[in-house]
């Protein structure tokens, strides 16, 4: 079976999510992924705004770069 590299990639990454996690329990794995999320959309430049509850809707903000 010929794979593509970007398949690998994908599968690289969820295989070391899975090592990461593995051993949290339920509360601490909401915890990881709501800290990874919200780290994720602020670098992507977006927030999430709450419309009732547990639901939400990103909102693209402002983000200033710099060029390094």
Known sequence: M???KSLEEVWDW???LYEETK???KEELVEFFNDNT???LDTMGYKKNPVKEGIY???KINVATTAC
Request: net charge negative.
């Open 38 to 40: 919200k780290e994720f």
């Open 57 to 59: 809707k990103l909102e």
């Open 23 to 25: 051993e949290l329990s």
């Open 14 to 16: 969820k295989d070391a």
């Open 2 to 4: 010929n794979v593509s």
